[in-house]
């Protein structure tokens, strides 16, 4: 099984508070991902890091910052958390380059997911 | 903007049926990925298929890519209880761009 790592697994705040969800990685994959899951929706795309400070948006990034200072750490932050933010979390991550690469698949490995409830 | 549409999204089938998933999606993709989902936990990846006309088997899975027809299915032969989860497929539209997933399909398999 890949090397990820997320914290906190379960949290429950209020409106309001600011939220930070953590991710880890033992694999030094060069791209990291958070996802949530929502009933109906499958899986969205927050934000991904393709490197070492560098990230972008995806589909429904807004509410929602991330940071990535270091390889193997990938930081989600709500600065100020939404009831609409209550939602399943799910870190990936995947290999770097797929183009000429014979072993890479480009597949995702996914942490445990972390259960966030805003009340 | 690539999208992926996957059907049905409930599935609840006999034992010893078979059946078939399908994922089409939107804009040319290079790759088709398929997830399994077991309820609370994370996703497994089950089947990558790199290129047109590829087909992977496992076990009861058996997952293939017509990328002419935007189309991949996950074929199930003989279900049995144990495949009961949520099944997901996943596009990616070139290069390292992020997967985008279907809504998934939540397989129910019953005696």
């Known amino acids: 099984d890949a090397g990820i790592t997320q914290s906190p697994r379960h949290k429950v705040t209020e409106t309001g508070t600011p939220v930070t969800l953590r991710c880890h990685q033992t694999?030094?994959?060069?791209?990291m991902y958070w996802y949530r899951q929502d009933p109906g929706h499958g899986l969205r795309l927050i934000h991904y890091?393709?490197?070492?400070?560098?990230?972008d948006k995806g589909e429904v990034s807004d509410g929602y910052s991330v940071s990535r200072s270091k390889t193997e750490d990938f930081l989600l932050t709500l600065e100020s958390a939404t009831s609409s933010q209550t939602s399943v979390y799910f870190c990936?991550?995947?290999?770097?380059?797929?183009?000429?690469?014979?072993?890479?698949?480009?597949?995702?490995?996914f942490g445990e997911g972390s259960r966030l409830t805003v009340l | 903007e690539l999208k992926v549409e996957q059907n049905p999204l409930f599935l609840s089938m006999q034992e010893g049926k078979n059946y078939t998933i399908y994922c089409n999606y939107s804009?040319?993709?290079?790759?088709l990925y398929w997830y399994r989902q077991d309820p609370g936990k994370s996703l497994e990846s089950l089947f990558v298929?790199?290129?047109?006309?590829a087909v992977k088997q496992e076990g009861r899975l058996m997952a293939s890519l017509d990328t002419k027809a935007r189309l991949s299915t996950l074929h199930i032969t003989a279900a049995v209880h144990d495949l009961s989860a949520t099944y997901f497929c996943?596009?990616?539209?070139?290069?390292?761009?992020?997967?985008?997933f279907g809504k998934g399909t939540r397989l129910s398999v019953i005696a």
């Open positions: 990936a991550i995947s290999e770097s380059e797929l183009a000429g690469s014979l072993t890479n698949t480009g597949e995702l490995f």
């Open positions: 694999e030094n994959h060069r791209y």
């Open positions: 890091s393709y490197g070492v400070k560098d990230t």
């Open positions: 804009t040319t993709s290079d790759r």
């Open positions: 298929l790199l290129s047109n006309g």
């Open positions: 996943a596009a990616i539209h070139s290069g390292n761009t992020p997967l985008v």
